[in-house]
């Protein structure tokens, strides 16, 4: 009888590793190709998976998003910026000759890989290989490269390289592109409504350059792409699509479906959709709700796909955390320098002695707090006011002759839907009264903005709110 399991990845959730490890390990006896990681402890983490790798017959796939590094999913791990901000710190300001220095890029995507193989993680769900054709898509951003082909290309195949030369399985996403959209795969089904001449030009040309470079899986998104399959089916679910990709762009390796509990399945059940994707020639079934139910859903169908292309990658795998401790303090060192370098100034700013900054925060946190206390301490005097998106549309009357400095907080990630309507109409609101915008998330936030100054930090950790704090103080004084 088929085993259904081995074309599942269902979730791990790191900080219940220990707690639940029973159950992961049941799922590692029915015989899942895997696990995709999400949070936990280094330590915790690192043990549990060596564990799991143990039980099983072949390497399993421990995957992770890290287009961050391990710091966007394990603690301990060393948080990298976002692919658009690498970008911005490694290209040369005045381009002679190559428009990218890509020694710092690569030592960064190296020490992400050493890091991720440390924990045991063997497979990265990266390089992001979309293009910000459309500003106003709520979900890609800063998680792009850039705006242009020729950009994500040159990136993605860099990291797809550095990632591979040291033993980690790379995974271009989103196939045949996410960049063009103005909907989150992750609550509804985006439309691709470019035609296939003009996607040949633009969104599959990375995903084309990856794949001479090696990539070794290849995650397929949850859209509707009309020119690859007329159907309007998600091209997770396309039998046409994926058949495009290996017959028309000779594409041998892993294709993953994006995860399997998102709104772009559309009108699908995980279970239809998970039969509907292996049916099309899809390898790996990829964060199923629940693992039992879809392949017991499998085996009621009888279906019988193919499974040695999945279980060739896997004996190419590592099978065990690595032994080699990475230099968490360099790699540290090196995510700052980057962070600082990635600061993109736009605009005339002449700092004045009397500024008032407002904090704009599209969460209901206290995200902004740390910037605001660390350029209190370096500015006497320094007025301060918070916003964030359960004040809703209240914002309070401005100092007069004051310079208004907005620091706006709006993270790009799934489910969110993009930034919220309240803080487009703040924007609106205090257009014209202010001095400098400093964006910590997408720079597509200020694209209506066109009189005053622009700094753009591209995500908003720690060391960019200082980097953002320490240039802002150096001007003033």
């Known amino acids: 009888m088929q085993n259904y399991y081995r074309y599942l990845m269902p979730r791990l959730n790191g900080e219940e590793i220990g707690m639940n490890f029973g159950h992961y390990r049941s799922l590692v006896?029915?015989?899942?190709?895997?696990?995709?990681v999400f949070g936990g402890r280094l330590a915790e983490v690192r043990k549990h998976i060596d564990l799991l790798q143990k039980e099983a017959e072949l390497p399993l796939v421990?995957?992770?998003?890290?287009?961050?590094?391990?710091g966007q999913q394990i603690k301990g791990g060393t948080s990298f910026p976002p692919a658009m901000a690498l970008a911005q710190a490694v290209r040369k300001k005045r381009a002679?000759?190559?428009?990218?220095?890509?020694?710092?890029?690569?030592?960064?995507?190296?020490?992400?890989?050493?890091?991720?193989?440390?924990a045991g993680i063997n497979t990265i769900f990266a390089p992001v290989l979309d293009i910000n054709t459309n500003p106003k898509n709520p979900i890609i951003a800063t998680r792009a490269f850039g705006e242009d082909a020729k950009t994500v290309s040159l990136l993605g195949c860099e990291m797809v390289k550095t990632f591979q030369e040291h033993g980690i399985a790379a995974c271009g996403k989103h196939f045949p592109g996410h960049g063009d959209t103005e909907a989150?795969?992750?609550?509804?089904?985006p439309v691709i409504r470019r035609g296939l001449s003009e996607l040949k030009k633009t969104e599959l040309s990375p995903f084309r350059e990856a794949i001479a470079a090696g990539v070794k899986m290849i995650m397929l998104g949850h859209l509707s792409v009309p020119s690859l399959d007329p159907s309007g089916i998600p091209v997770t679910l396309s039998g046409k699509a994926v058949a495009f990709l290996r017959k028309k762009m000779g594409y041998n390796g892993i294709v993953i479906t994006d995860a399997m509990n998102m709104g772009g399945i559309g009108k699908y059940s995980e279970e239809k959709a998970s039969l509907m994707a292996l049916a099309a020639g899809v390898d790996v079934i990829l964060h199923p709700s629940d693992a039992d139910k879809v392949a017991s859903y499998l085996r009621t169908r009888k279906a019988r796909f193919e499974a040695a292309r999945l279980e060739e990658f896997r004996r190419g795998l590592s099978g065990a955390p690595g032994r080699k401790r990475p230099d968490f303090r360099k790699?540290?060192?090196?995510?700052?320098?980057?962070?600082?370098?990635?600061?993109?100034?736009?605009g005339g700013f002449r700092p004045e002695e009397r500024p008032c900054l407002i904090i704009l925060n599209d969460e209901d946190d206290e995200r902004g707090a740390l910037f605001a206390n660390r350029l209190k301490k370096g500015l006497r005097g320094l007025k301060i006011i918070s916003v964030n998106r359960s004040s809703g549309e209240a914002l309070p009357t401005l100092?007069?002759?004051?310079?208004?400095?907005?620091?706006?907080?709006?993270?790009?990630?799934?489910?969110?839907?993009?930034?919220?309507?309240?803080?487009?109409?703040?924007l609106s609101r205090l257009?014209?009264?202010?001095?400098?915008?400093?964006?910590f998330g997408s720079p597509y936030l200020l694209d209506r903005i066109e009189s005053a100054a622009k700094l753009f930090a591209?995500?908003?950790?720690?060391?960019?709110?200082?980097?953002?704090?320490?240039?802002l103080i150096r001007k003033i004084r």
């Open 29 to 36: 006896n029915k015989g899942v190709a895997g696990f995709i």
């Open 62 to 70: 421990i995957a992770s998003d890290l287009e961050r590094g391990l």
């Open 96 to 118: 002679l000759g190559a428009a990218y220095d890509l020694s710092p890029f690569r030592k960064a995507c190296a020490a992400v890989a050493e890091e991720a193989a440390y």
């Open 184 to 189: 989150d795969s992750h609550i509804s089904l």
């Open 331 to 346: 790699n540290n060192v090196l995510s700052e320098s980057l962070t600082e370098k990635a600061l993109t100034l736009s």
């Open 399 to 426: 100092p007069e002759g004051a310079q208004i400095i907005i620091a706006i907080f709006s993270e790009t990630r799934g489910w969110k839907g993009g930034a919220g309507d309240w803080l487009y109409k703040a």
């Open 431 to 439: 257009a014209g009264q202010v001095d400098l915008y400093i964006s």
């Open 458 to 471: 591209y995500w908003d950790s720690a060391a960019a709110q200082e980097a953002v704090a320490v240039l």
